[in-house]
């Protein structure tokens, strides 16, 4: 059965990068029946979709996000990443990586436990 | 994409009926038949409780259902009971692989 872990720093300083990656266990990660993405949560406040990736490395990104977040895949070592760039302390959040079917408009099926990214000198 | 807008709290007592809205647009959930509804307890990932507006997954109980009308999608838990008090999100396809979540609803029962 598939498992999403993400992993990375949980303190970043100001107006630098951001970068976590989600460990896929229990099956491979470059398929074409899956679609990988990053969701964040601030501390009290709603969910947001930040991006996604299929297993060849097309990469989808919320529009106002697209100059400072990127995703890449590495299918040889199973896992997805994450990067978003000039943090502030608005980026302060739970990021959570999450999986959904490739077939068009799939929900978020399956998601990792999060981790928390606090954004602060 | 700017949020999706859902009301801040709904409250009922157990086995009444509460209903949470969710408001977008022509280009997200007026446009497409793509609502989906994730209920999040503290501390936890969020867990689908029905999609593509009205699905439920394995699983998930049959009290929960969802409507859309327009630009709104509609949540309804029925028989209220102890275990559903959490925080709601819907969520819509918005267009070429783009997503985009509600601001929450925080359901208290009573």
């Known amino acids: 059965q598939l498992q999403l872990q993400e992993s990375g720093p949980g303190l970043v300083r100001p107006s630098e990068t951001l970068s976590l990656t989600c460990i896929v266990s229990?099956?491979?990660?470059?398929?074409?029946?899956?679609?990988w993405g990053w969701i964040r949560q601030p501390p009290g406040k709603g969910l947001e979709w930040l991006g996604s990736i299929n297993y060849s490395g097309d990469s989808y990104y919320k529009p106002s996000l697209k100059s400072v977040v990127s995703i890449s895949i590495d299918t040889a070592n199973n896992h997805f990443s994450l990067r978003l760039s000039s943090v502030t302390a608005a980026d302060t959040a739970v990021y959570y990586c999450?999986?959904?079917?490739?077939?068009?408009?799939?929900?978020?099926?399956?998601w990792g436990p999060g981790t928390l990214v606090t954004v602060s000198a | 994409q700017s949020a999706l807008t859902q009301p801040r709290s709904v409250s009922g007592s157990p086995g009444q009926s509460v209903t949470i809205s969710c408001t977008g647009t022509s280009s997200d959930v007026g446009a497409y038949d793509y609502v989906s509804w994730y209920q999040q307890n503290p501390g936890k990932a969020p867990q689908l409780m029905i999609f593509?507006?009205?699905k439920r997954p394995s699983g998930v109980s049959d009290r929960f259902s969802g409507s859309k009308s327009g630009n709104t999608a509609s949540l309804t838990i029925s028989g209220l009971q102890a275990e559903d008090e959490a925080d709601y999100y819907c969520?819509?396809?918005?267009?070429?692989?783009?997503?985009?979540f509600g601001t929450g609803t925080k359901v208290t029962v009573l």
């Open positions: 229990g099956g491979s990660i470059y398929t074409s029946a899956h679609q």
């Open positions: 999450a999986r959904r079917s490739n077939l068009a408009a799939r929900p978020w099926i399956q």
């Open positions: 593509d507006v009205t």
């Open positions: 969520c819509s396809y918005a267009g070429t692989f783009v997503y985009v």
